[in-house]
């Protein structure tokens, strides 16, 4: 189920924001400013180059917010949830490796994320008065 049609589902307003350059992520987020709950940052990779803006934005404005990838919330991001970056870049190296030994690669399986992590920053979970059960 996409992220559109769980929001229905669950009675929410769900505005999307696109953001490709700096100008763009101010503007998304200064249009956040009215009254938003949550929110959710894709996992693109340009938002990942932008990773110390984003949480620094997010945290200023006191928005909580999910993340795709873990480096977000070690920084002080509020949550992640996603695949391991290290992960991706470790099966990458293989490949490499198989590749460079010979190996075809449209003989290769296409491989697949085969594990997911949440990451909760408990401290960042304090700071915007957020409760998180032990469990």
Same mark, same amino acid.
């Given at each position: 189920?996409?992220v559109?049609?769980?929001?229905?589902?669950?009675?929410?307003?769900?505005?999307?924001?696109?953001?490709?350059?700096?100008?763009?992520?101010?503007?998304?987020?200064?249009?956040?400013?009215?009254?938003?709950?949550?929110?959710?940052?894709? !996992? &693109?990779?340009?938002? $990942?180059?932008?990773?110390?803006?984003?949480v620094? %934005?997010?945290?200023?404005?006191s928005?909580? #917010?999910?993340?795709?990838?873990?480096?977000?919330?070690?920084?002080?991001?509020?949550?992640?949830?996603?695949?391991?970056?290290?992960?991706?870049?470790?099966?990458?190296?293989?490949?490499?490796?198989?590749?460079?030994? !010979? &190996?075809?690669?449209? $003989?290769?399986?296409?491989?697949?994320?085969?594990? %997911?992590?949440?990451?909760?920053?408990?401290? #960042?979970?304090?700071?915007?008065?957020?409760?998180?059960?032990?469990?």
């Open positions: 189920m996409d559109m049609a769980s929001a229905r589902s669950l009675g929410r307003k769900l505005h999307v924001f696109a953001a490709g350059n700096a100008m763009e992520i101010e503007t998304a987020f200064s249009a956040l400013r009215d009254g938003i709950g949550a929110l959710l940052i894709s !996992g &693109d990779p340009y938002f $990942d180059s932008e990773r110390d803006r984003l620094s %934005l997010a945290s200023h404005d928005v909580p #917010t999910v993340y795709q990838w873990r480096e977000f919330a070690t920084i002080g991001g509020l949550m992640s949830y996603g695949t391991s970056i290290l992960d991706a870049y470790q099966q990458a190296g293989s490949y490499v490796v198989k590749i460079l030994n !010979g &190996d075809e690669p449209a $003989d290769l399986p296409v491989l697949q994320p085969t594990r %997911l992590e949440l990451v909760i920053n408990l401290m #960042t979970a304090a700071a915007l008065g957020l409760t998180v059960p032990a469990t």
